[in-house]
């Protein structure tokens, strides 16, 4: 039998982009190489869409300086088209017939519904969720008008607009009218806690609008939830949807919350699969899981966010995260590796469940 075509395509536009740089080295060295030739297809911060020859140019970056264009044609042929430079120019050298997509890019230009509308162009099967799904996923604001008709708690929220900090006073008088302080500041479509921060104070909160507004023209600033931070993984599709077991994020005991550079940067932040929960949390946050990413539509992975609030144990829904990382820290391939699944059958899986949606 054949090999089919594989394109894996990391990096990107985001403020993410490191992660991908990292969660493509997991997802690449467990594809099956006697079933798929992997073209690796990475994207710069710029947007230059560069092939890499080999995992080894990704980990020591030098994949940037590649002289070779991957670029995915927009018409059904579905083709990877190759080009070398010879000087000024580019001279196509390859096309190749793409039999199947994963995207690993987080955030914006990859995670939001963009990318995704290519493949659908192109009619390429691809990993993970759909072009409403992704965009819904990727805005917090709109993940959480969709869970509000679900009756499942979240944190209540008040949006605001880059536009309206011109107008500071008043948006600090409806923030203060609603909210209590600390209070939360995300921009709506960053991912991995990107512009987030927390405010104590009046001066905290402006800081933290104008820092939010860097990363998003919309902006949600949030109550805060004391509790205990739980994350479950979602795979698959609608009646087929299912939950994994729950881990639990222990940020470092000096970091204000799990931001950024706790999640990636800090030795002391910790994660644990399995955690002791009251009776029936477990269950509700995994019923819960299902059903977010099912109201979003989504299709093929997931992870879903929640608090245990601290004194109520009532569970708080925070947020989705359509294309989880897959780093040697990240929750999603250690919560499925907790139920069987190694991360060559998680990759695997991944890959035939993107068929089935064409």
Known sequence: MSKKNLAVIFGGRSSEHEVSCISVLAIAGAVDKEKYNMHLIGITKE???????????????????SKKEAIISPDTRGELIVSKKDGD????TDKIKLDVIFPVLHGMYGEDGTIQGLFEMAAVPYVGCGVFASAASMDKFYTKLVVDTLGIRQAIYVPVLKSQLENMDEVVKRVEEKLSYPVFIKPSKAGSSKGVSKADNREMLIKGLLEA??????????ETIVGRELECAVMGYGDTTKASGIGEILAAEEAAFYDFDA??????SKTVI?????EGIEEEIREN?????????????????????????????????TLPGFTSISMYPMLWKAKGYSIEELVETLIEMAKERL
């Open 213 to 222: 507004a860097e990363h998003d023209y919309k902006i949600l600033v949030e």
């Open 47 to 65: 947007g230059n869409w560069l092939l890499a020859d080999s995992i080894e140019e990704i980990k020591d970056g030098s994949w940037k300086n």
């Open 289 to 321: 899981a299902i059903k977010i990413f099912n109201a979003l539509d989504g299709f093929g992975l997931s992870r879903v966010d929640f608090f245990l609030e601290k004194d109520t144990n009532s569970v708080v829904f925070n947020e989705i995260n």
């Open 263 to 268: 999640k990636y940067n800090n030795a002391d």
């Open 274 to 278: 399995g955690p002791n929960l009251p």
């Open 89 to 92: 120019t580019y001279k196509v």
